[in-house]
Each structure stands twice: as structure tokens, then as C-alpha cells.
């Protein structure tokens, strides 16, 4: 192993025994040299057709996006916006899970939430997650985009079940 790798080891080892999320970690990470650098295609540049650089690709633009959207956050030198954040809607069981994350309301308890309970499968409009956000205090960043303005990845949790759509949409407070 080389001295790079092994300090890389070192770090990822540093944060498995701090409790984090590792998978977590190493998307963020990539993220943040993504936004340093100008973009995800940039972080595998030197071998982006390997198969380890899909699957890098992927991680990544479940992150930020596949257009690499959600980079601007992960600048380190870019001048703070108004504050915002990610809204995420979720299929649950019996319907939908709007959640706006806010960082410092995560350790104090929950994010805010609301349900779109017995509805099944039927995805709430634009209108209703719209109404939703501005019950729980926030609204879309750009508003004038409406669906536009949502972005949505696919995930799976095992290779063997089926997948599911995550939506986000940047919020801001009223």
C-alpha cells in the first residue's frame, strides 16, 4: 500500500471508530473535492470508464444530483446564501414523507415532517407538497421552476429488492 492510500485508510479508519456513517463520509468527501475541482467528472478524470469510477459516478450524483446540482453546498468558498435546505419526499408505507433536514434540528430531536398518509403509490402533486412545505414553515428556493425544480434519484437498499425514487427540492424558511 502506498503512503496516500494509507493515510486515506487512516481517515476512513478515524471515522468508522468515531461512529460515523462511512458510506456517508466518502460521498461527502467526494463531494466536496467535486466542487473544489469543477465538477464530479473531474474526481475520475484519471480512469472515468473503470467500473470502480461507475460506481464513485453513482454515489456521487445520488448526492448532489446527476447534474451535479447540489455542488454549490459542498463549496468551501462560495459566500453563504440565505440560508437553505434539502426537502426529501420518501415513499413510506401507507404513502408519502415530506422531511426538510435541517442540520442543528436533527440532534435536538427530528426534522421537520409531515405525512401523506393513505394515498399508496399516488405521488402528492407540486400544489400539495408546496402546501405541505409551507405548513412546516419553508418554500422552494425557486419556486417558479415547480416540478422542474425537484430532483430525484433512484435507490435500493439490497441488490435484490426493488428500487424507489427519493425526490429533493432546496427550501428556504419563510
Known amino acids: 500500500m502506498d503512503n496516500l492510500t494509507r493515510r486515506a485508510a487512516d481517515v476512513i479508519a478515524e471515522a468508522l471508530e468515531d461512529g460515523r456513517d462511512v458510506a456517508e463520509f466518502l460521498a461527502h468527501a467526494l463531494c466536496y473535492v ?27 450524483e445520488g448526492t448532489v444530483g446527476p447534474y451535479g446540482e447540489g455542488l454549490d453546498g459542498y463549496r468551501q468558498d462560495a459566500e453563504p446564501e440565505t440560508e437553505s435546505y434539502d426537502a426529501e419526499l420518501r ?28 394515498r399508496g403509490p399516488t405521488m402528492p402533486t407540486v ?9 412546516l414553515g419553508y418554500r422552494p428556493v425557486d419556486p417558479e421552476r415547480g416540478a422542474l425544480g425537484w430532483s430525484w434519484i433512484e435507490a435500493q437498499e ?14 428556504r424558511p419563510l
Open 34 to 60: 467535486a466542487a473544489k475541482e469543477g465538477g464530479t467528472e473531474e474526481v475520475l478524470r484519471n480512469r472515468s470508464g473503470s467500473w470502480e469510477a461507475g460506481h464513485v459516478r453513482n454515489l456521487m
Open 91 to 118: 415513499r413510506t408505507q401507507g404513502g408519502w414523507r415530506l422531511q426538510v433536514q435541517v442540520p442543528g434540528m436533527l440532534a435536538k430531536g427530528d426534522w421537520p415532517t409531515t405525512e401523506f398518509s393513505g
Open 127 to 135: 400544489a400539495e407538497r408546496d402546501a405541505a412545505l409551507e405548513e
Open 158 to 171: 439490497f441488490p435484490d429488492q426493488a428500487a424507489y425514487f427519493i425526490g429533493t427540492v432546496q427550501v
